[in-house]
């Protein structure tokens, strides 16, 4: 018994002696550890800033980054993986994860996992969202993930790629539920892929604060739309208003003039009532969607950026342009039509358009452009004070198929001679006018 118990006696101070120094251990690295931090702020300038002067540094360095993503190359991520200090400070600093790029949906759990600990480092301020992808019906996770910080999204990017490359069940990113704080909502599509009015409309109506909405290569048209316009107008809600947008771009104007593009979000007007739209860019190709838009919501509008599609008759310009008394800025881009009708009624009817302050013509190189009509306009606008001309001359665009033998198209839309003199005396009397390629101006030229 003796002997049982000598060696159970020195199996306690055995087990005591080992805890014991892996305590000691442990301290002492805690105490080296310390030591190389204390190291690190003497030797570190950074580290002898005050905390709030760090932040400040972390976040101009996020703001430079392309992209936040989840990824340990980029920032913020980056910042966790530098030292302690920089880990701390990452981590004390809500802001650096206000923004968030998950271009790769469908995701794993685990990625669902990470982008939900970013999230929640944000506390409570406003997000910035930028989703890319289609997601199956059963990726309930990350539906579920978005839905419990709805309330804080204030800017959202929903990119989908082509419909060729998704699977017949998964549809495009959607909004589940209302996203009260939205202000900014940007959709990017593959350019060709026909969207229904439905599938618009339904991201409009989770987002009814929003004050700028911006769809690029969002096409849709009544002949590839999967709802009747019958159905559609049975909606109960049917024009939809929201009275918080204020900048629509349907589309780039001026990409859809030059290279040709034959469809764009445009008829998507046709559901909408926008009374407080001050900016709108758009490729008018149904001029009467356009007029009943401008007729129903009666916008306070201020700057139109669009494409001539279609031949514009007197009568039609004059009916357009009386729906706009607030414009001040005015920017039309020709592919193939001229844009001569809408100078010659400003030249004629100075009454339209009274606050018109910048107008921009865009046209190919090889366009006809009639100076004699715009020095006509220019003199009669002297009344109303417009400020600023820029006839803008872009390439044509040939495919490599189409690009037609011989010399170089030659630049036929300049000014002569003699237009251009004229051109200089209003720039003399205080007219800023610019002519030609974009980034040059001929009328400053020897």
């Known amino acids: 018994m003796a002997f049982f118990g000598r060696n159970n006696s020195f199996k306690v101070h055995h087990h005591v002696h080992t805890v014991q120094g892996r305590t000691t251990i442990q301290a002492l690295i805690d105490r080296r550890a310390k030591t190389y931090r204390e190291l690190n702020y003497l030797l570190d300038p950074m580290a002898r800033l005050p905390l709030e002067l760090q932040s400040q540094i972390f976040l101009y360095v996020e703001r430079r980054s392309w992209d936040c993503k989840a990824d340990p190359r980029d920032v913020p991520m980056l910042f966790l993986n530098v030292c302690h200090l920089w880990r701390v400070i ?22 669902i996992a990470l982008y939900k600990n970013w999230m929640e480092r944000a506390g409570r301020l406003p997000l910035s969202l930028s989703l890319k992808g289609f997601l199956e019906p059963e990726d309930t996770d990350f539906h579920d993930l978005v839905d419990r910080h709805r309330y804080q999204v204030k800017s959202l990017t929903l990119n989908w790629p082509s419909k060729a490359r998704r699977s017949s069940d998964s549809t495009p990113v959607r909004l589940n539920g209302l996203f009260p704080s939205l202000r900014k909502l940007d959709i990017w599509a593959r350019r060709d892929d026909v969207y229904d009015a439905d599938e618009l409309l339904d991201l409009l109506r989770a987002a009814p604060n929003v004050s700028h909405c911006h769809f690029d290569e969002v096409f849709y048209d009544q002949e590839n739309d999967l709802v009747t316009e019958d159905e559609l107008l049975e909606l109960s809600d049917l024009p939809l208003t929201l009275s918080s947008l204020e900048d629509l771009e349907l589309g780039d104007p001026q990409l859809y003039a030059y290279l040709g593009h034959s469809s764009s979000g445009c008829a998507i007007l046709r559901y909408l009532c926008l009374p407080a739209l001050k900016k709108l860019s758009l490729t008018v190709l149904n001029i009467e969607d356009v007029i009943s838009f401008f007729t129903r919501s009666s916008p306070p509008l201020e700057s139109l950026f669009m494409t001539l599609e279609i031949l ?37 009817s100075p009454n339209l358009l009274p606050n018109l302050r910048a107008l921009s013509l ?84 020897e």
């Open 312 to 348: 514009w008759t007197e009568p039609l310009v004059h009916q357009y342009l009386r729906l706009l008394p607030t414009l001040t800025e005015l920017d039309l881009s020709a592919r193939l039509l001229p844009f001569t009708t809408f100078v010659e009624v400003l030249s004629t």
């Open 90 to 111: 990452a981590l004390s600093t809500p802001r650096l994860w206000t923004e968030i790029k998950i271009d790769s949906l469908p995701c794993s759990a685990n990625y």
């Open 362 to 445: 865009g046209a190919f190189y090889t366009a006809k452009i009639d100076y004699n009509a715009i020095l006509q306009m220019l003199t009669a606008r002297r009344s109303t004070n417009l400020e600023k001309l820029s006839v803008y001359l872009q390439p044509l665009e040939w495919d490599d198929d189409a690009r037609p033998a011989g010399p170089p198209v030659k630049f036929t839309a300049l000014p002569d001679a003699e237009a251009k003199l004229a051109l200089q005396q209003f720039v003399k009397e205080g007219m800023k006018i610019d002519v030609g390629p974009v980034g040059r101006n001929v009328l400053t030229e």
